[in-house]
């Protein structure tokens, strides 16, 4: 191929690539879908500490035979949750869905806890979380409530990688070409067409597949957050 046609898939690649940023920020192919819309949870009351302002609302449905109380606590820095358990479960499985002001869903949060007390491990909130309810799954073997997140499926995971290897495949394509004008000037057109460019190209394109099967397989969901332990000033009575 003469030059001029490697300067035009040369630009061609870069426009795609482009568009393929735009697909992924558009199309929200990582985004998960939940069932449940907010359900307000009556205020029990409001204190306020030293460090902290902390909210006790009164949980709702289903999950108020299991978990009667949760503590949203505010500080300058930071937002956690605690839960009131009904009484103390061998285990228990429930989820924290966080919302915005505009009761958008912010995140999804899934805790599990085994030979439990009377209160849950503190669970950390994202720092735009205004408000959230607590959604009781499983308690001592015991289904009660699975239908809180919609998991992504595979087809959607599978176009994720493709077009995130595509645009990879895309970005290493146009940026090859452009250091090899620069750098080679006007001899970029005898490396073009030497065997070293299209083994440079195969290495490129091998790389990309390898981090297509990567991207499926590491894949985990999204909008799930580790839980961590602690102590804060709350008081459920």
Request: hydrophobic fraction near 45%; include cysteine; proline fraction near 1%.
């Amino acid at each position: 191929m003469t030059i001029v046609v490697w300067r035009i898939l040369c630009l061609a690649s870069m426009a795609l690539f482009v568009a393929g940023l735009f697909a992924l920020l558009f199309t929200r192919l990582l985004k998960n879908r939940y069932y449940r819309d907010f359900c307000p949870d009556e205020l029990m009351r409001e204190t306020e500490t030293a460090n902290s302002k902390n909210s006790i609302y009164f949980t709702s449905g289903e999950t108020k035979k299991y978990i009667k109380k949760y503590a949203l606590c505010k500080t300058a820095y930071d937002k956690y949750l605690v839960c009131n358990f009904a009484k103390s479960f061998r285990s228990i499985r429930y989820f924290v869905v966080e919302y915005t002001k505009r009761k958008r869903v912010l995140a999804v949060q899934q805790a599990t806890e085994y030979s439990t007390g009377d209160a849950s491990k503190i669970i950390s909130l994202h720092s735009r979380c205004a408000s959230v309810n607590v959604v009781v799954g499983a308690v001592d073997g015991l289904e009660i409530n699975h239908h809180v997140i919609r998991p992504l499926t595979l087809t959607k995971i599978r176009l994720y990688a493709f077009l995130k290897s595509f645009m990879l495949f895309l970005f290493l394509f146009a940026a090859r070409h452009i250091a090899v004008e620069l750098i080679l000037g006007s001899g970029a057109k005898y490396f073009l067409a030497d065997l070293m460019n299209y083994i440079a190209l195969g290495a490129s394109f091998a790389f990309c597949l390898l981090g297509y099967f990567v991207t499926v397989g590491c894949f985990r969901r999204k909008n799930m957050k580790a839980c961590n332990g602690g102590s804060l000033e709350y008081e459920f009575l």
